[in-house]
């Protein structure tokens, strides 16, 4: 078994020990360290024996400790591995939080809404997105939290002008309030 799979058979158990073990080991290899060369980890790596990068295998299981150590470790060892994409999606289109919130995992969705980046309305291939899978599978948490996760988006992101904008594409009476809740 190379290292790779190492850490991704660690991931998929559950194994936060030897997660951080895995990568602590590897960090300090990678990054010419104790005698090893300079080459950078490849986070983004999708396995297809495991079904996706590690961020999605834990994202699915509904490990939000392994979630949360490896978007910390995204901090600590910038040097050494590549970024964490978090919308990066696999060769279905999927991405973690469309796993964890199909899979009713409320911990990990709210940890990966911490995440300033974070795209929730990428949508696979067939049109589904993290709100449709969570809706379709019945989890009502996720679907409230997502929404208020958008609705909370829009309210800090938005200007006036982009919120007039906004108003063209949906429906007149819920735009007519929108633009009313802007101007005042």
């Known amino acids: 078994m190379n290292h790779d799979d190492k850490i991704f058979n660690s991931v998929y158990d559950g194994d936060l020990y030897n997660v951080k073990m895995d990568f602590q080991w590897d960090c300090c290899k990678e990054c010419g360290e104790n005698g090893g060369n300079e080459t950078e980890f490849d986070f983004n790596f999708e396995s297809s024996e495991y079904g996706g990068t590690i961020l999605m295998v834990a994202a699915k299981k509904g490990y939000v400790d392994i979630v949360d150590y490896l978007l910390k470790l995204d901090i600590t060892y910038s040097r050494c591995i590549t970024e964490i994409d978090v919308d990066i999606q696999d060769h279905d289109g999927n991405t973690a939080l469309m796993y964890a919130s199909e899979n009713g995992h409320l911990d990990?969705?709210?940890?990966?809404?911490?995440?300033?980046?974070?795209?929730?309305?990428?949508?696979?291939?067939?049109?589904?997105?993290?709100?449709?899978?969570?809706?379709?599978?019945?989890?009502?948490?996720?679907?409230?939290?997502?929404?208020?996760?958008?609705?909370?988006?829009?309210?800090?992101?938005?200007?006036?002008?982009s919120l007039t904008d906004y108003a063209l594409y949906i429906p007149k009476d819920i735009s007519e309030l929108i633009i009313e809740f802007s101007i005042s």
């Not at 899978?133 to 996760?149: M, P, Q, T, Y």
């Open 108 to 161: 990990v969705v709210n940890r990966l809404l911490e995440c300033k980046q974070i795209d929730v309305d990428i949508q696979y291939e067939y049109g589904f997105s993290p709100l449709k899978f969570a809706s379709k599978r019945g989890h009502l948490d996720i679907v409230n939290r997502l929404k208020e996760w958008q609705q909370n988006r829009i309210c800090e992101g938005f200007t006036l002008y």
